[in-house]
């Protein structure tokens, strides 16, 4: 559990720390690997969300699971990318955020994982929380901490 004065002002943040949906780069499930091979030498993200039809988030796609159905007995080729779907290689192990307040559970995936998927009750896609903008969550508290507890430590004698 997060030190309860840590947690408050983690909360005092005041800028949002999820990228909201329509702001992610995102590919459909039934897209071909050629198409997403492209759009991922288009933008610079190695690792992007996978949703369906209906924007239920469903998991992640990157360059490296595309570049491994590339590898043939002696060489490396794109010929059969468009043959192949992206629900095919995708990684479904993907652990999801329901609750973007709880950063206790965000942190802790945050360890593993360069960003999170942010869904409603319905698996629908919101957004995605990355690494770097927990980071500024954690250098907002770690300067702002002594201006709103008194530990042992800060507290000046009167
Ligand atoms: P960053 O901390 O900004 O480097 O982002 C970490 C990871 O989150 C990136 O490497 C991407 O895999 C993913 N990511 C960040 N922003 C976007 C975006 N706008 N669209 C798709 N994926 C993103």
């Known amino acids: 559990m997060i030190s309860k004065p840590l947690d408050d002002v983690m909360k005092k943040y005041n800028k949002s720390y999820i990228i909201t949906g329509e702001k992610v780069a995102t590919v459909n499930e039934n897209n071909d690997l050629q198409h997403v091979f492209l759009v991922l030498t288009k933008i610079k993200y190695s690792k ?86 927990i980071f500024n969550v954690i250098n907002f508290t770690t300067h702002t901490f002594d201006y709103y507890y008194q530990t042992k430590e800060n507290k000046k004698d009167d």
């Open 48 to 133: 992007i969300p996978v949703l369906d039809n209906d924007n239920h988030f469903k998991g992640f796609i990157s360059l490296a699971m595309i570049t491994e159905k590339m590898l043939l007995e002696n060489n490396i080729s794109a010929k059969y990318l468009d043959t192949i779907t992206v629900k095919d290689v995708m990684q479904t192990n993907v652990p999801v955020i329901n609750d973007p307040s709880n950063l206790e559970v965000i942190m802790r995936f945050l360890v593993d994982e360069n960003f999170l998927p942010v869904v409603d009750d319905n698996n629908v896609f919101l957004g995605i929380i990355t690494r770097k903008e």
